[in-house]
């Protein structure tokens, strides 16, 4: 048996593992709940937060694991925005976190990876008018996840994107410091911007909190005794998002490439040519604290 693994089994519903024995650590992928990561053990401790009640039901938002954010990050103001003198309904965070993915192809040779696929359909052009495919691999190497991502326009016009991802990691504590060059903070409790002094109080609040002004794309932080987490992603990824629920033990760590509403606004949307492919990736690892 060689050292990477990728193995099938059903937690609910087909679960793919990826496993890496020589650093205890296992990734798992639920390509049917949105080709989300619903858990991620490097170096033998879990990194991720489940609700399993939110995923077990299959008409649920997962709260948990890494869901997938596509074309928008956020909430659009009663779910609506228009494009081309036209009006589109959309649900909070897009139309990839809620659909099936399929598998198209695994690799144990130097890592263990599996790579999903999601095209636009006749559901999805009711909200998002574009053709696209996207392809995501999700690699386990050396205890670390790196997920690539492709975001191919199969339209004949530009397609608009600000995607990102919703990383609820599992933390004992929700003021943390953030090991981040941002000079400030937008805190959406209040709309104000703020100085950022290396850390965030997520106690008590309800909205999120944007960190502004990164030029480095990482970003790391201490969610529990005895270990830390480092998060890199590619320079289409302008913000951090934190955010949290009161009494839950886990702390959101988000990259997003622009903020909410982004489509009614059209100050910061990626547009991506017709058919070409963006290419990008996001990075965890996990180390001493």
């Known amino acids: 048996m060689g050292r990477y693994q990728v193995v099938q089994t059903v937690d609910c519903y087909p679960v793919w593992e990826l496993v890496e024995e020589a650093t205890r650590s296992v990734v798992r992928i639920c390509p049917e709940r949105g080709g989300i990561v619903t858990g991620f053990r490097s170096k033998g401790r879990e990194l991720l937060y489940l609700d399993r009640q939110t995923y077990e039901d299959p008409e649920a938002n997962i709260r948990g694991g890494i869901p997938v954010l596509f074309p928008i990050c956020g909430q659009l103001p009663d779910g609506r925005y228009e494009w081309d003198g036209e009006s589109f309904t959309m649900p909070n965070h897009g139309v990839a976190r809620n659909r099936p993915w399929e598998v198209a192809g695994t690799e144990t040779e130097g890592h263990a990876a599996i790579t999903l696929k999601l095209t636009s359909d006749a559901g999805t052009l009711e909200s998002y008018p574009f053709d ?158």
Request: net charge negative; hydrophobic share 40%; aromatic share 12%.
């Open 132 to 289: 696209f495919e996207l392809r995501f691999t999700y690699l386990l190497k050396d205890g670390g996840l790196t997920i690539r991502q492709e975001y191919g326009n199969r339209s004949e016009a530009s397609l608009p994107v600000y995607a990102g991802f919703h990383p609820y990691f599992a933390s004992d504590r929700k003021e943390l410091a953030y090991a981040s060059d941002a000079s400030s903070v937008l805190d959406l409790n209040d709309g104000r911007e703020k100085p950022f002094h290396g850390s965030v109080d997520l106690t008590g609040r309800k909205e999120a909190v944007f960190l502004l002004g990164t030029k480095q794309r990482e970003i790391a932080f201490q969610p529990a005794e005895g270990y830390g987490i480092r998060m890199s992603y590619g320079g289409e990824f302008r913000y951090i998002v934190l955010w949290s629920v009161p009494d839950k033990p886990f702390v959101c760590v988000e990259p997003w490439m622009a903020k909410t509403n982004e489509m009614n606004l059209k100050e910061e949307l990626v547009m991506i040519p017709a058919g070409e492919t963006l290419v990008t990736e996001l990075a965890i690892s996990c180390g001493p604290a």
